[in-house]
């Protein structure tokens, strides 16, 4: 019988405990299907006194993860710290040392994917992030393996729980942003620190690493259009139903016929009939359309303890794969099919647009006259009873325009006398 495959676990929070549980509990399963057994060899924690409630030996805690790197009787090191700056450090490290590294890490990937991948090619280390992007959706090794004779026309994907979950709440019981996340911080569903999760940035990280994965080459983070959810009203969950559309935190990419690539994470009104409208709480889902494929759909639960730990156990046996017989790159491959970010001004969408106007005759015309002359083109219309900030909402659907004229536009719309307040204008998708 083949040694016990060691593993050093840097962090032992909500994932690293869970995958410590979960080896425990599906060991002996994991044995009989690739062969192997893992034994986890040391574990680093930032505070050793702490209370846990998964039970390790005492005698493999460390509170310096460098202990780990220098076990030679640890193959696979596994990241689940959190942070940028240490991890960065630490994987470094690891893939110099020959490690095999497992990462949940998003921030870290969508920051520095280049470098690490650079230098895990270099050494010829496998880098592997299932848990990155979709918690227990395994939809890294979907797109590396099971995709890898599609190229991708686009991936949309509902890629953060936590304000889709408030985006569902706001929508099926008409409440606002704010009493739903205070509710959400309640019942643990949201962080104490929300931030990443609202402002739209935790979803732009996996949608970096996804687009970056599916067209070779690594995304600048300033390349991608980011806006969080918290600027969504009640009323405008309510405007977009009566269009027949609903509101929810879509991460877009998509490749145009030029091969230049567009990456945003914008509220976006979606049809009501799209299977992703009906991804609600906080599931998330992603569905990819590649020309080989068609489209295909995958749901599941984006974070959480066991979720997260069961795309890790998936990149250990990868990882013990590899081990037994090594193969020249494992984890992300740069090619030159494409390479090119879009110009976020350039990336063309359809609008939703709300202003708050006075209500007089003449101001439909001297909106319609100033989008006009900015060759924007109306939908539709409409304007709903009741006052919006104490003004009339008049609410405008938008024909495909550049991003950049039409945020211009806004601009010189919210400038007129009859505007009241500040237009919203949200992106609308209608995956055509
Ligand atoms: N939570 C999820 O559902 C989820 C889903 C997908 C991906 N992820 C990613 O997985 C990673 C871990 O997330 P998490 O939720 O498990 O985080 P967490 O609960 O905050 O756990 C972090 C762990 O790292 C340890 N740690 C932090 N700084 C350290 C340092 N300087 N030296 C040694 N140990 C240190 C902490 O030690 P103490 O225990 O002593 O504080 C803790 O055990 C993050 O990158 C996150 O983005 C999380």
């Given at each position: 019988m083949s040694k016990p495959i060691g593993i050093g676990l840097a962090g032992f929070g909500t994932v690293g405990a869970g995958v410590y549980k979960n080896l425990q509990r599906n060991g002996a399963l994991l044995e009989q299907r690739i062969g192997r057994t893992f034994e986890v060899k040391k574990i680093a924690v930032r505070d050793l006194s702490k209370a846990r409630d998964v039970q390790a030996p005492a005698s493999l805690f460390t509170s310096n993860p460098d202990e780990i790197l220098g076990d030679p009787s640890i193959q696979i090191v596994v990241e689940l710290m959190g942070g940028i700056d240490l991890p960065l450090a630490f994987v470094k490290k690891a893939i110099a040392a020959g490690k095999i590294v497992v990462t949940g890490n998003k921030a870290l990937l969508a920051e520095h994917g280049n470098e690490i991948f650079e230098l895990a090619?270099?050494?010829?280390?496998?880098?592997?992030?299932?848990?990155?992007?979709?918690g227990g959706i395994p939809i890294i090794k979907s797109v590396r393996e099971a995709f890898v004779g599609n190229r991708f026309e686009a991936i949309h994907g509902i890629?953060?729980?936590?304000?889709?979950?408030?985006?569902?709440?706001?929508?099926?019981e008409g409440l606002d942003f704010a009493p739903v996340l205070a509710e959400a911080q309640k019942l643990g569903y949201a962080?104490?620190?929300?931030?990443?999760?609202?402002?739209?940035?935790?979803?732009?990280?996996?949608?970096?690493?996804?687009?970056?994965?599916?067209?070779?080459?690594?995304?600048?983070?300033?390349?991608?259009?980011?806006?969080?959810?918290?600027?969504?009203?009640?009323?405008?969950?309510?405007?977009?139903?009566?269009?027949?559309?609903?509101?929810?935190?879509?991460?877009?990419?998509?490749?145009?016929?030029?091969?230049?690539i567009e990456v945003r994470v914008v509220p976006t009104l979606i049809p009501k009939s799209h299977v992703l409208a009906s991804v609600n709480g906080v599931f998330n889902a992603v569905a990819v359309k590649g020309d080989v494929v068609g489209e295909a759909l995958f749901y599941g639960r984006g974070a959480g303890q066991d979720p997260t730990s069961s795309s890790v156990l998936g990149d250990l046996a990868e990882a013990a794969a590899f081990l037994e017989s090594p193969r020249q790159s494992v984890g992300f491959t740069a090619h030159s099919?494409?390479?090119?970010?879009k110009p976020i001004d350039d990336t063309?969408?359809?609008y939703?647009?709300?202003?708050?106007?006075?209500?007089?005759?003449?101001?439909?015309?001297?909106?319609?006259?100033?989008?006009?002359?900015?060759?924007?083109?109306?939908?539709?219309?409409?304007q709903p009873e009741g006052?919006?900030?104490?003004?009339v909402p008049l609410i405008l659907t938008l024909h495909d325009a550049p991003f950049g004229p039409m945020k211009k536009t806004a601009q010189e719309l919210a400038s007129l006398p009859c505007v009241k307040g500040t237009p919203l204008l949200l992106h609308m998708e209608t995956f055509q």
């Open positions: 090619r270099e050494k010829r280390v496998p880098v592997l992030y299932e848990a990155a992007v979709a890629l953060n729980g936590t304000s889709n979950y408030i985006l569902s709440r706001m929508t099926g962080e104490a620190d929300p931030a990443l999760d609202i402002n739209g940035w935790d979803a732009a990280h996996k949608a970096i690493i996804l687009a970056s994965l599916a067209y070779g080459f690594w995304i600048d983070p300033k390349d991608v259009l980011v806006e969080g959810i918290e600027k969504v009203t009640a009323a405008d969950i309510r405007f977009a139903e009566e269009l027949g559309y609903r509101i929810k935190l879509i991460a877009s990419i998509k490749a145009d016929e030029s091969g230049a099919l494409y390479g090119r970010s063309i969408s359809k939703y647009l709300r202003l708050g106007v006075e209500d007089r005759p003449g101001v439909l015309a001297q909106i319609a006259g100033t989008l006009a002359k900015a060759d924007i083109g109306i939908l539709s219309v409409i006052l919006v900030d104490g003004s």
